[in-house]
């Protein structure tokens, strides 16, 4: 199975490459750039009366047929030939980034429902093709967004960096598209299976301990959503020992996705007994979730283990010794 990660570019331009055995890399540029682009060749919507669209932005009831163009520009000094089709959008699961299904994946929303006039499309040196695209949205469609991209990849194998014959270079460059089917919107978001990880030093007070704090953010509704999450951590007696807002929290969370995220918390407490909140909020949802924890150093811990043991084999001679002069 092969899926197709998005990645922002970087204002250089600079490229997206992928193993073809491995993997293949899509380029793209954040919604408030322009043409996709990865500085050999773009893929973006046509020009409109209204100017240049950085993204398909549709919108459609259950059951219309839109109809659209896509423009695939050709920045070098010789013809390319790219093969173009349409895929659906999902989440990563490491960082929540923005990403497509590959070409032999089954395509279930937007990736199925829109064609292209032509599957295949040769681009002379420095120019234009226009494209035509077609978009039909079935009868029973959910309501709500259906993201993806269109995708332009170049059919031709670029050899590796290392000179490999057997595995070589395939790029590709995908216009998204933020498809909405009209209906009822419903914004849900969770916060689920929070666990924190304790990094202790084994004397109290001999250096610093540390934890890693990670959960799910899920997205239960059927629309797009710019989660922001906070976090706090509370002691004994509720005393604030942590109060942030997370930064590395995905900038779009796509409908039925959720995404596994850990936060670092330096300078954690060595000996500390409390509750850590997490809290998700997003377009008129707002969720949160707790998890206790309990903080111990592991000499003390190894301690009190020993100590435990050791009222464990007293109680229990001094049992025996009973039961013997009874």
Known sequence: MRRIRIRPLLPTGSRLAGLLLAGLLLSAQAPAAHAADNGSWSVYPATTRLGQRPYFYLSADPGATLHDKVTVTNKGDRPRTYRLYAADAYNTAR?????????????????????????????????????????????????GDHPGALVALDEQVDPAGD??????????????????????????LSVDDIRIEHTQPLVPGTGSSRAVISYTLRNRGNVTLSPKVALRAEGLFGRTLLA??????????????????????????QLEWGEVRLTASA???????TASYFALPWLVAGVLLMAVAAGTTLWVRARRARNRTA
């Not at 057997?166 to 914004?187: D, F, K, Q």
């Not at 779009?252 to 850990?262: G, K, N, S, W």
């Not at 008129?284 to 979730?289: I, P, Q, Y």
């Open 244 to 269: 942030r807002d997370l930064k590395r929290v995905p900038s779009e969370l796509l409908p039925r996705q959720q995404v596994r995220l850990t936060e670092k918390w330096a300078g954690a407490p």
């Open 283 to 289: 377009d008129r949802t707002r969720e949160s979730a």
């Open 163 to 188: 000179g490999s014959v057997a595995v070589g270079i395939r790029r590709a460059v995908g216009a998204r598209i933020y498809l909405r089917v009209n209906g009822p919107t419903v914004p849900a």
């Open 95 to 143: 960082d929540g980034g923005f990403a497509v299904r590959g070409e032999d994946e089954r395509q279930r929303s937007v990736g199925a429902w829109a064609r292209t006039g032509r599957q295949r499309v040769t681009v002379p040196p420095r120019g234009s093709v226009d494209v035509p695209i077609t978009v039909t949205v079935p009868e029973d469609a959910e309501p």
